[in-house]
T-cell receptor, first 120, second 111 residues
Framework: GAVVSQHPSRVICKSGTSVKIECRSL??????MFWYRQFPKQSLMLMAT?????????EQGVEKDKFLINHASLTLSTLTVTSAHPEDSSFYIC????????????????FGSGTQLSVL | DAKTTQPPSMDCAEGRAANLPCNHS???????VYWYRQIHSQGPQYIIH???NNETNEMASLIITEDRKSSTLILPHATLRDTAVYYC????????????FGTGTRLKVLA
């Protein structure tokens, strides 16, 4: 399957600092990328949908000024957690959508390996 | 909100078939059913997806009922490496498409 690379895999930072997480689709172009967060023993929660060249669409309850998403190219999206606080500690996962032979339906979503963020 | 319902956990003996059910009674005609799994502390892995016909690939088979209100993921010969949380997803089509994860089924393959 297609490869989505996510870096860093783990980051520890001090409260008040900003952290940037990168998500790259290595062997395909992704017009749409999704960002999720996951707390221990819980399911993935969609944070935002990111389309190349346009502003991200955030899910209800997700602060867009806190979680800055940039999707500058068809292979790269970044999530910046600004002024991180301990409650932002979580597992962040990106995913990239790969289209299939037809425009509708035959697509697959591939995930990065995740970033464990710990804010002290 | 998630549009699928799955049992929270299941056990399966190694070497036997694992049958994971999913209920998606409100599925629309043009929505696909996707299955992903997540092994501890990793990103989810794509398994299979389908619209209305049964599907099979090297990992699993997907059986979708004729009314499309439920489906079953079949791992034909489960191994210990198949221990994971399995998510059944119906892809939303309101505006931009989104993949909303439900609570999933925690499958434990027993030696």
């Amino acid at each position: 399957g297609a490869v989505v690379s996510q870096h860093p895999s783990r980051v520890i930072c001090k409260s008040g600092t900003s952290v940037k997480i990168e998500c790259r689709s290595l062997d395909f172009q992704a017009t749409t990328m999704f960002w999720y967060r996951q707390f221990p023993k819980q399911s993935l929660m969609l944070m935002a949908t990111s389309n190349e060249g346009s502003k991200a669409t955030y899910e209800q309850g997700v602060e867009k000024d806190k979680f800055l998403i940039n999707h500058a190219s068809l292979t790269l999206s970044t999530l910046t957690v600004t002024s991180a606080h301990p409650e932002d500690s979580s597992f962040y996962i990106c995913s990239a959508s790969m289209q299939g032979p037809t425009v509708w339906g035959e697509e697959k979503l591939f995930f990065g390996s995740g970033t464990q963020l710990s804010v002290l | 909100d998630a549009k699928t319902t799955q049992p929270p956990s299941m056990d399966c003996a190694e070497g036997r078939a694992a049958n994971l059910p999913c209920n998606h009674s409100t599925i629309s005609g043009n929505e696909y059913v996707y299955w992903y799994r997540q092994i501890h502390s990793q990103g989810p892995q794509y398994i299979i997806h389908g619209l209305k016909n049964n599907e099979t690939n090297e990992m699993a088979s997907l059986i979708i009922t004729e009314d499309r209100k439920s489906s079953t993921l079949i791992l034909p010969h489960a191994t210990l490496r198949d221990t994971a949380v399995y998510y059944c997803i119906v892809r939303a089509v309101s505006g931009t498409y989104k993949y909303i994860f439900g609570t999933g089924t925690r499958l434990k393959v027993l030696a």
